[in-house]
């Protein structure tokens, strides 16, 4: 079998993720694993009536191909939408993408050839590495402070990585409510990313999924909105905004590069979804994003508050037990002493009915070990109290048990 592979999909990994996902799906767990939206803010009867409307009314049109690069009506109520936020685009600056995951492929497809390397945060979003790996990249880690990426570390390993004669091709950064960490990077970080993005001559891919989703603090420009070079490509999805089913992203990048993102997209799936590209756009020119978004930036604030509140309450004080309070998206990191490994606790805390995401999945290189995501999206106020309640008595009990066994040893 392996005879018949390219070396690129021998090397693939099935994600450690996905597996401990699927022992995560019993009623009965209450699981902050999963980093899916909350279905209660999907618009599902404005697209009911909106799909009816396209399916009966213009079938002939929706139910075609479309342009590799989007349908323009979309393109240009993002163009709308997103100009309040800083963003002056046209709409040959957007390619439509199914969803940002796609943009990821189609960036590491246009730029990355193997042994090329890109850095990446520590711990950074655990899909992106998956596509990185597929193509070959040598992912270099760099430690992500509490106000974004360590970027006296980043020019370190920049220094290294040219003296070791490899080539160098993107920064990888999620700004915004970043996946894992829920950590937001600073206005001083941007500004000095892209300093030493344009003295390096290297890319950055800003991936920013969680952006609009801010409930509190001051909202911060995009790194894209900061540029005026061209090097900043930025990824945007539906799938936190309006619903992740619809499988839409916008990717925004400036020429010669659009021009080849867009011939590799049309190699990749000739174009997408013209029906739910519809339904966005149209749902973005009849209802408008601004109100949908005050209304679901308040549903997370509220699962945010909750989980945080059950945090403080919860948890056992312990001055190695810290997490992150996110001004915005759908996560929060917790840190634990390091006698505790998040992966050999797991199988305690669905004895107890309750899950996370292991630490370590989101390293490219083992660390981690002792930290867990925590999604709040899911569930109500009252379920995540509980299932942080359940928790907590899980890592006080291992916690005991860690330090027992380390004084007999
Ligand atoms: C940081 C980040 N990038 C990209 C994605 C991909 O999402 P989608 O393909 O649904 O746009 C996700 C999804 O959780 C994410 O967290």
């Known amino acids: 079998m392996k005879t018949y592979l390219s070396k690129r999909a021998s090397g693939a990994k099935r994600s450690a993720i996905r597996e401990l996902l699927k022992l995560t799906e019993k009623p009965d767990v209450i699981s902050f694993a999963g980093g899916l939206p909350a279905p209660e803010t999907f618009p599902h009867d404005e697209f009911a009536e909106i799909a009816a409307d396209e399916l009966h009314g213009h079938y002939e049109n929706v139910l075609q191909y479309g342009l590799t690069e989007g349908s323009l009506t979309l393109r240009r109520a993002l163009a709308d939408w997103l100009r309040p936020h800083g963003l002056d685009l046209s709409v040959d600056q957007m390619l439509i993408t199914t969803a940002s995951q796609q943009a990821l492929d189609l960036v590491a497809k246009a730029f990355i050839d193997p042994g090329d390397v890109i850095f990446v945060e520590a711990p950074t979003y655990l899909a992106a590495l998956q596509t990185f790996s597929l193509f070959q990249a040598d992912k270099i880690p760099i430690p992500l402070e509490d106000d974004g990426m360590d970027l006296n570390a980043l020019e370190e390993k920049i220094s290294e990585a040219r003296a070791a004669g490899k080539t160098l091709k993107a920064i990888y950064v999620i700004p915004d409510f970043q996946n894992p960490s829920g950590i937001t990077m600073s206005l001083e970080k941007r500004k000095r990313l892209l300093e030493i993005a344009g003295r390096e001559d290297l890319l950055i891919f800003e991936d920013d999924p969680y952006g609009q989703l801010r409930f ?154 002792n930290e867990m995501r925590l999604s709040f999206s899911l569930g109500t106020p009252e379920r995540i109290r509980e299932g942080i309640r359940r928790l907590a008595k899980v890592i006080s009990e291992e916690l005991v048990a860690k330090r027992a066994q380390t004084v007999s040893s």
């Open 216 to 369: 509190a603090g001051k909202s911060l420009p995009s790194i894209r909105s900061l540029d005026d070079s061209g090097r900043v490509i930025l990824m945007i999805t539906f799938s936190k905004v309006l619903a992740a089913g619809l499988r839409l992203g916008v990717l925004i990048a400036d020429n010669p590069f659009m021009d080849v993102l867009v011939r590799v997209k049309q190699a990749t799936d000739l174009c997408t979804s013209k029906l739910t590209q519809h339904i966005a756009a149209r749902y973005i020119n009849e209802y408008g994003m601004e109100e949908h978004l005050k209304a679901i930036r308040e549903v997370y604030h509220v699962k945010r508050d909750a989980m945080v509140s059950a945090l403080e309450e919860y948890m056992p004080k312990d001055e190695g037990i810290s997490w992150t309070n996110p001004e915005g998206g759908l996560f929060l990191w917790v840190r634990l002493p390091e006698v505790i490994d998040t992966e050999e606790m797991f199988p305690r805390a669905l004895e107890n009915k309750v899950a996370y995401v292991i630490g370590n999945a989101f390293y490219v290189d083992g660390r981690g070990r």
